[in-house]
């Protein structure tokens, strides 16, 4: 960030981004946690999960009222104003994680006790691994400004999906082999979903910070690979 005549106008623009990654961290434990948690099948683990979303919401909401503040005081312009709206965008989608995180909680808490086929299971929890290390490194991008790394999380989401997809297929396969399957199955298949959207907010983050450093959108479509929405639709049809 570039510095300004009024230091407090430099403090304030760093608090927003020490808000950002205090966030950032809330919601990587989230995230691990609740992964343990689903292959661990530890019921408390998830509880703690759930419960840690409020603290997320809290501050998110001070990040807001900070913004809007700087905005009311500072009227800021170019970069600055990038750096402001950035955050709120930033902020925004971090929530949007800590929501994914506490839904695949609630989902271990639904499943626990039933059948799992573990192999599955692992599938999700390899997933997850990939979409937290997405996380970390767009959190590592937003606080250097480095937009090198900001692509690179942004091209990764396509392995993201492409693994979904795989998940997507053998957990219907078990559902359709044995209907015992499908309760236990379906929980699992919304907590992958769950874990690809995540990924798809680490990579908003990644434009977003490619936004805030050199103030133009990232140039062509996303490396999406997530075809279960046409599959689905051929399934129906056949």
């Known amino acids: 960030m570039p510095e300004h005549t009024v230091a407090s106008f430099d403090v304030e623009l760093q608090g927003l981004r020490s808000a950002i990654m205090e966030m950032g961290g809330v919601a990587e434990k989230m995230l691990s946690e609740a992964t343990s948690a689903l292959v661990r099948r530890d019921v408390e683990l998830a509880r703690v999960v759930v419960e840690m979303d409020s603290r997320l919401d809290q501050i998110q909401r001070e990040i807001e009222e900070r913004a809007v503040l700087i905005i009311a005081k500072r009227q800021p312009m170019a970069v600055d104003l990038r750096e402001v709206i950035s955050a709120i965008r930033i902020a925004s989608d971090i929530e949007r994680i800590g929501d994914m995180a506490k839904n695949i909680g609630k989902r271990t808490l639904a499943v626990s006790g039933q059948f799992e086929p573990q192999k599955v299971v692992l599938g999700v929890n390899r997933m997850s691994d990939m979409v937290l290390a997405q996380l970390k490194d767009v959190l ?31 957990l219907l396969t078990y559902m359709m082999e ?18 690809e959207r995540i990924g798809d907010h680490t990579t908003n983050i990644a434009e977003t910070v490619h936004y805030l450093v050199t103030g133009q959108t990232i140039a062509g479509e996303r490396p999406k690979k997530d075809r279960t929405s046409t599959e689905s639709v051929r399934g129906a049809d056949a």
Request: proline content about 2%; charged content about 20%; aromatic content about 12%.
């Open 178 to 195: 044995d209907p015992r399957n499908i309760t236990f199955c379906t929980h699992l298949l919304f907590t992958a979903k769950n874990v």
């Open 140 to 170: 590592d991008a937003y606080s250097q400004n480095n937009v090198a790394v900001a692509l690179d999380v942004w091209e990764r989401d396509g392995a993201t999906d492409a693994l979904y997809t795989s998940l997507f297929r053998e």
